[in-house]
């Protein structure tokens, strides 16, 4: 269907308009029971559209008076305050908070005192602190999104997004029931506002799965539900919630909690009638977000590559969908290099492979970039005019950066905590691990905006070499980008393993700085050898050649570069045959 040049301009300023905090990701657990060494993982991926790429560590402070809280900000700079270490405090304009929360309020419904914060680890939402507690997050659709409010006779409300939660967690909690505890409390006293959240939270022993919303217009009306995600399963979540039936019944909180909202507020807001069960997902959410397919195919391609043998359907009869379990037994127990390669796919060898096709073009590219007539990809629901849609990969050209946190046993205590961090698209990204007990990160790691191309960032070291790829997509990531990555991602798994030897003995007060310098130079190695690798394949494919193959460049014929065309199969579809190849005038 052809767009107007009207309908194309009023497309566009709807794009504008909707941009928010909201963000596209990919979410998983795999708890201890699934995993090879016995390791507990969370794993997200940030698709941001350009937002603030930079991974931040929180340093242990004196929690003292009122804590600030944020909004939903995910564009550079995200937080801007002296009050959460020195990689917040980059001299810019501070960001005013929203309110002002006495930290008593924080312990009172944690029921212990946290006089001094825990440090972490932080990105658009937090991610992993020095007690091994780990997050990790995606938006949803929700049926009532409102804006946030501070300003209200009877106080502040809807003064919460899940970043914020998820920060305060991490900051005073050692356990995942701790965090949703706290956090439930959070959002039960103060509100939500803008979208649908899942946070999933585990520790060393259990993982969690934390899903909420506002219900409506009414101030008290937000709510949440937690579900334990069973040992030796995997979950995935990719922008719906998964949560489906509430059993209130479980007192002692087995398998799940919930908001003191809950069933009443569901009610009250006119969403269910109080008969039957309670599905969460159906009563509080228009479903899939952004179109059909936009969330379920990912979560049935996860859950298919984890174990082929359940024979999932990727085909559902709508958003609301039972076809898919709510976690997963793996057919083979998975390692981190395993949900790496979760995060790297494209649908490759199904029906749905983006590398195939005209819209990959000559070279098998498996990004589809998007304009106005696809509307914003963080579209959370509504009615909306689909003039068609891709399919929307794991591994997505819009990524900020993805990370997998893993909590490692039978290994010396200060080593267990790993957080596996790789910037920019994951399939063209490298992972380098930062320890959740160190006393620092590299500052390549915490710096740079994505405006303006900055070599001392390490998030432009691979979005650069992704964008370079896109030249000849499939023969520069199998030749020369997958090799390096496999191999300095194998080193740096010899480096955990190595720092695990390398602790014993140190003095306890030692060990941080030691974990902090030994990760900055690993991951310095790494973005040494990717800026390089750039550089490289710039001038290895200039102009559409393989420029100086291998051979004797000291002879003008061997020396000549390789033309590399395109392929026949492209070829014939595109109008190449009836180019001019005769003067013969018919």
């Not at 489906?244 to 479980?250: C, I, L, P, S, T």
């Not at 098998?364 to 509504?382: A, K, S, T």
């Not at 045959?577 to 013969?584: C, E, H, I, R, V």
């Amino acid at each position: 269907m052809r767009l107007s040049f009207p309908s194309l301009l009023v497309a566009m300023l709807a794009v504008l308009i909707s941009a928010s905090g909201a963000i596209a990701c990919t979410t998983m657990i795999i708890t201890k029971g699934a995993s090879a060494d016995g390791s507990m993982m969370v794993a997200h991926s940030d698709d941001d559209e350009l937002g603030d790429q930079r991974l931040i560590f929180v340093p242990a402070r004196k929690q003292e008076g009122k804590r600030q809280i944020f909004g939903d900000q995910m564009r550079y700079p995200r937080i801007v305050t002296d009050k959460r270490g020195p990689g917040y405090n980059t001299g810019q304009n501070p960001t005013k908070p929203l309110y002002m929360l006495p930290y008593k309020e924080i312990w009172d419904m944690l029921g212990r005192e946290v006089p001094v914060s825990y440090s972490y680890y932080d990105g658009n939402y937090g991610i992993m602190n020095e007690h091994n507690l780990m997050f990790g997050e995606c938006t949803n659709g929700a049926n009532y999104e409102p804006p946030y409010n501070t300003d209200d006779d009877k106080g502040p409300i809807r003064i919460f997004y899940s970043a914020e939660l998820s920060r305060i967690a991490l900051e005073n909690c050692k356990t995942a029931r701790e965090a949703i505890k706290l956090m439930g409390a959070l959002i039960d006293k103060y509100g939500l506002f803008s979208t649908g959240e899942t946070l999933l939270v585990a520790d060393t022993e259990e993982a969690w799965v934390f899903e909420m919303c506002a219900l409506d217009d009414d101030d008290d009306h937000s709510a949440w539900v937690a579900q334990r995600v069973p040992d030796g399963k995997v979950f995935v979540a990719a922008n719906e919630f998964r949560i489906r039936e509430v059993d209130f019944k479980d007192s002692k909180h087995k398998n799940f909690y919930w908001s003191e909202h809950l069933p009443e507020g569901v009610i009250e807001a006119g969403y269910w009638d109080g008969k039957g069960k309670f599905d969460w997902l159906r009563y509080v959410s228009p479903g899939e977000y952004n179109h059909p397919y936009y969330s379920l195919r990912r979560v049935w391609r996860v859950l298919d590559r984890v174990n082929p043998d359940l024979g999932l359907s990727p085909w559902v009869e709508n958003g609301y969908t039972k076809a898919y379990p709510f976690a997963v037994t793996p057919r083979n127990k998975l390692n981190p290099e395993d949900v790496f390669g979760l995060y790297r796919d494209h649908y490759e060898g199904t029906q749905f492979d983006m590398t195939k096709g005209v819209a990959a073009g000559p070279y098998g590219d498996p990004h589809r970039f998007v304009g106005p007539y696809d509307g914003p990809q963080n579209n959370i629901g509504g009615e909306r005019k689909m003039y068609g849609a891709w399919e929307r990969a794991i591994s997505v050209f819009y990524q900020g950066y993805t990370f997998v946190c893993q909590w490692r046993p039978n290994v010396p205590e200060s080593t267990r905590g790993v957080l596996w961090f790789g910037p920019d698209v994951s399939y063209t990204t490298c992972f380098a691990p930062f320890f959740a007990k160190a006393s620092g990160l590299n500052k390549a790691y915490s710096s740079g905006s994505p405006q303006k191309l900055d070599r001392n960032a390490a998030w432009w070291a691979f979005d650069y070499l992704n964008t370079i790829s896109r030249n000849n997509f499939q023969r520069m990531t199998k030749v020369d980008i997958i090799p390096v990555q496999q191999s300095l991602e194998h080193n740096s798994m010899a480096f955990v393993e190595e720092m695990d030897k390398k602790i014993v003995g140190v003095p306890a007060e030692d060990i941080p700085k030691l974990l902090e310098k030994a990760a900055t130079n690993n991951s310095n190695n790494i973005l040494e050898k990717w800026w390089d690798l750039g550089d490289r394949l710039i001038a290895k494919y200039a102009d559409g050649y393989i420029n100086l193959p291998d051979g004797d460049y000291s002879d003008p014929e061997t020396a000549l570069p390789v033309e590399i065309g395109y392929p026949s199969t492209w070829l014939d579809k595109t109008n190449y045959k009836d180019g001019p190849t005769t003067y013969d005038m018919k």
